[in-house]
């Protein structure tokens, strides 16, 4: 396949990742967080650890959309499409994140609920357009590489007069979580930030640019590489971030340039920034509230507000207690070391939303990588 | 004066006609559909009796039997449709034990208001596959259920056969050192559904690899007697198959990314929609599991005959306890090829 081979040949890894272990010194560790999960399924699924030096560590972040959706938000959705007379669209993964009272989307559906698994917001539309006389709820979630499909949605919505179509907005910004990750008090407290550098978000990063990170890496003295999905991409990233950590560097440093420019994509911010505006906090699952950290829909868009159009009050609901989550999401843990990893919570019955998308820590190691552990401890 | 023709019924009309409940109520309207559409299409001497079931001799050996119900959405697509489709697989499965298929049975359930023209569009495609394979439908049922309470058409088909003496083929027989081999490329049919659902049209030339199995099958038996395992990898694709085979067999796999074969094609569209071809369905390709020593006979001779002329090995059968799929990555790691998780594809067979 032209312009996706190039980017997965193995003999140019081999070359990567022979320069990745020169450069490597021996007597430190390198730990590194992927924070996006399409970084961590490529990971998974092109076997990129076992390319990595020892010392070299990946730790999966929280750049999974379904992952850091709240019990609250999801306990939301779920009252949405079971309440009132709706269609409620969403991602296929949304589906099956567990709300409270072990439900979930997929389950309310089962029940009786109108719920559909789209892919696209433009599908949500659609469906608006050709049942006039039934109200279709659209569950966006994602970060930013999500949120200007959305807002062309409302934008036509608006353009075509459609009375019957809203937005339960959930979209949330990369740049703050990844402050939060490296700068909580929670984090400072217990001195828990393994995290010496960052494998930057490419799809977010197309439309924000590399600009954002840049008060990520000098506020918290941490290198920032900005990488493409393919597996060279991320062999490539991990180099680049070896070699700012040798030379004591932390800047932002553009691996996918190829897609990413440092101001980003100018149209799509204009577009964020015309239907939405920052909520002042938001709730992500395992990272607890982060302000100015998700959107909302601006006032003059209020009709086409999901949350104001059916009085959906936000209530906080706890994760599982064994859950750990939240660790996981912050580096702090690694998906082994939950009590529950593959036994209680496992990706057919997921306990937490790190277990439910491919893109989740848990859920790509379950799939890709148990059997390294196993045959660790065998050994 | 009205000049009435003695005997005369008015043929079901096939270009307009609709199902409705009558066709399902047992009189005369379900009567005419029966002759004119299925006895007429299916044509043999069995339906010909107009039985409620149908008598034939059993030939000598171990018998197989298997059911199979198809619900695929959409009913037509490129390279076939539900009619082919729910005579191929279940031949398919009755193949897999190395046996010679030889009646089918098939159930229809109808939709009110589903045209005649499809459902004859649809059976007259499965009375060609049915022919083609010479496989007869032997005996069948219709209902209809009202509108609303099903989806056009769901079809049951149900296939007898008979495993020739010498021959034991099972799931469980993968034995550490044993190799595996593929018949042709995978994901062809679940992309070429996928590439036509309403809501996800994609141009492309993918088509399903819907095909009877059983020619193929005897070929390989006849090269190979001994070989362990055979099934066709539908729902769930290869990778749910070889964790079959671990889980019966109390094995594990090791696989070669670079030597399973995929089209480019059906690669870019699953790059496209987030899919993973191995997950992917088909409905025309078989794995099979042989001793070592047996792997070059049994490729070249699948190699020979037209259904099996990309096959390729591509891995082994290990020693492992926890009886996990691996896979060795073109890009040079090593991943583990695990269960399918909720669905990739909904109702594609």
Redo the contacts between chains.
Sequence with gaps: MKYVDEYRDAALARVIAEKIARAARAERQYKLMEFCGGHTHAISRYGITDLLPANVNMIHGPGCPVCVLPIGRIDSAIELATQHPVTLCTYADTLRVPGSNHLSLMKAKARGADVRMVYSVADALRLAQENPSRDTVFFAIGFETTTPSTALAIRAAEGLQLANFSVFCNHVLTPPAMAEILGSPHAREFDTVPIDGIVGPGHVSCVIGSRPYEFVSEKYRRPVVIAGFEPLDVMQSVLMLVNQLNEGRHEVENEYARAVTRGGNAKAQELIADVFELRRSFEWRGLGEIPYSAHKLKPKYERFDAEARYGIAYRQAPDNKACECGAILRGTKKPRECKVFGTVCTPENPLGSCMVSSEGACAAHYAYGRFREIAENTR | MSAVKEGYVRPVDFNNGRVDMSHGAGGRAMAQLIEELFVHAFDNEWLRQMNDQACFAVPAGRMVITTDSHVVSPLFFPGGDIGCLAVHGTINDVAMAGARPLYLAAGFILEEGFPLAELQRIVLSMAGAAREAGVPVITGDTKVVERGKGDGVFITTTAVGVVPPGIDISGDRARPGDRVIVSGTLGDHGVAIMSFRE??SFGTTIRSDTAALHGLVAAMVQAVPGIHCLRDPTRGGLATTLNEFARQSGVGFRLKESAIPVR?QV??AC?LLGLDPLYVANEGKLVAVCAPQDAERLLAAMRAHPLGREAAEIGEVIEDA?H?V?MQ????????V?WL??EQLPRIC
């Design positions: 809501n996800l480019p690669s870019a790059e926890h996990f691996q990555t073109a890009f040079g790691g090593t991943r583990l695990d998780t909720g």
